[in-house]
């Protein structure tokens, strides 16, 4: 294929000392799963670029992203058309040069600001002292990110001069336009952070007592659900002609027969699944690995994308990105997504459309079938039925039964 290319644009061998490492990142790229088209595209932007720095005879080791933005501004303007996607080859041409040796990583840049440092230490901090997960890790960062600019610190007493109204002022602020569970999240990672910089002597007090409760009362609201009906008008949408389709129905068969939250379909992996025992293994919240009955639809669900959709690729998740690079969902905003599509496509319209949606819907209907609520919880894997009890609401015709009329005028006769 590689050769073709090189026919196809009229070019010899390479010549340069760049020119020898962009057949071994055209040959990362057809891997990855990136089209021909795609490959042929990024190889020619590629060899522009070695051709710029044979040129300008400059060695292979002194490249960084500054000799991408010179190159770009010293290009005729006819060829700046499609200049993002002519970037984005050079990033990871780059990128690959990096991986194999060729290219030093940058030094961390000489930032006035203490920020950045204090955050990486910070998080840091959660991982390997207070053992937070990485996906907690992640959570935490953009409302610390959102503080830590606020501050603006550049000397390293900074932190010493944050005082309560300071604190108190930054979280009313920032909580006036979030919904509560938001906001609550916000308080959290407050807590920790100030906790965090009270033990490295950063601050002179505990400025996380400062930090007021956000209150949310435990089962105030009635959670959306679906009926059986619209799960399988739901399951219905998916196009299982195509790959995607294929791909998106079985993901939605593990969020509405199984339960699982959408950090759990991006977990699974291969090894997870087994076909004798007909058992999942299903990596949840803390660290806690259980195993759930792998249902007849669901198994010949995922045997038909792991077999004919899937394809091969370096990573080990079962589910994988529908475009190049070929590797398992970053995060779970990717099966919320398949999620709030599939909604979208059979016309349907609840106040919430995201994976958990359908985690709701199970324990709804386990419930109105007569499930009692430490088999609820046995499902969801809840750890406590506290937990569990915010769907004993949903049982409307039970809870009719034990209603009491509500008095009339003059009261209750």
Known sequence: MLRDFRFEMGEGPPVGLLDAHV????????????????????????????????????????????????????????SRSREAVKRSALRLFIGH????GEVLTPPPSSDESLMPALQASYEE????????????VRGYR??????LAECDATADSACASLDPQFVRDFLLEHIRERP?????????????????????????????????SVRQWRQANVHAFLSPEEVEQVLCTCDQTTPVGRRDHAVLLLLSR???????????????????T?????????????????????????????????GTSCSRRVFLR???PRVGFTSQTGVGAIARRALARAGLHPPLRGAHLFRYTLATTMIRQGASMGEIAGVLRHRSLDTTEIYAKVDFETLRGVARPWPGTGGAK
Do not use: N
């Not at 040069?97 to 194999?100: E, H, M, S, W």
């Not at 053992?131 to 907690?136: D, F, K, P, Q």
């Not at 199984?258 to 004798?276: F, M, N, P, Q, T």
């Not at 949840?284 to 899937?310: F, H, M, N, S, T």
């Open 97 to 100: 040069l990096r991986a194999v």
């Open 23 to 78: 057949d071994a990142f055209v040959a990362s790229l057809s891997a990855s799963g990136y089209t021909a088209l795609m490959v042929l595209t990024k190889r020619r932007v590629c060899a522009s670029f070695a051709r710029w720095t044979r040129e300008r005879q400059l060695a292979v080791a002194q490249l960084d992203e500054s000799h991408v933005a010179t190159f770009f501004g010293e290009a005729p303007r006819r």
């Open 258 to 276: 199984l339960g699982l939250r959408a950090a759990e379909v991006v977990a699974l992996e291969l090894d997870d699944i087994s076909w004798r």
């Open 278 to 310: 007909g058992e999942i293994l299903i990596r949840g919240k803390g660290r806690v690995c259980e195993r759930l009955p792998l249902l007849a639809d669901i198994g010949k669900a995922l045997a038909l994308y792991v077999r004919e959709d899937r």
């Open 322 to 324: 529908a475009r190049a």
């Open 125 to 136: 901090y959660l991982r390997r002292e207070r053992g937070l997960a990485e996906r907690s």
């Open 142 to 147: 953009p409302f610390i990110e959102a503080f």
């Open 180 to 212: 509560t569970k938001s906001s609550k999240l916000l308080a959290t990672a407050l807590r920790s952070l100030f906790r965090f910089l009270f033990l490295r002597g950063e601050t002179p007090v505990d400025l996380s007592l400062a930090i007021p």
